[in-house]
């Protein structure tokens, strides 16, 4: 499981969203769930992401945060001549950060 501990450390200051999106920004490929944000049958390629905090919320257990992720989707086998097609995609998820353990879970809400 991931781990955002520097979001967790800064939680309810200023700097939290911004460290949020660095994090994210930041994880290995493959970490977050953005196959199932795709809406053209393809796979993500997330080399190249970007976050955007839509909304905070602290509950007793855990940092709930709405994230908005622009990245690439290759849509592959439309027999088209520049086969595969690379489009841009967006999709939308809650990420949960547990309070004691700063482990994050994702949740894709809208493509």
Do not use: H, W
């Amino acid at each position: 499981m991931l781990r955002l501990t520097e979001s967790l450390r800064r939680q309810g200051s200023e700097a939290f969203r911004d460290t949020l999106k660095d994090e994210l920004e930041s994880l290995a490929n493959g970490s977050l769930p953005l196959d199932k944000g795709c809406s053209r049958g393809g796979y993500a390629d997330d080399r190249e992401i970007a976050v955007t905090i839509l909304d905070v919320t602290q509950g007793d257990r855990f940092i709930r945060a709405r994230v908005g992720v622009f990245f690439s989707e290759v849509v592959a086998g439309c027999s088209c001549g520049d086969d595969p097609l690379t489009e841009s995609a967006y999709c939308e998820m809650e990420v949960a950060i547990d309070k004691e353990s700063a482990e994050a879970e994702f949740m894709v809400i809208s493509e």
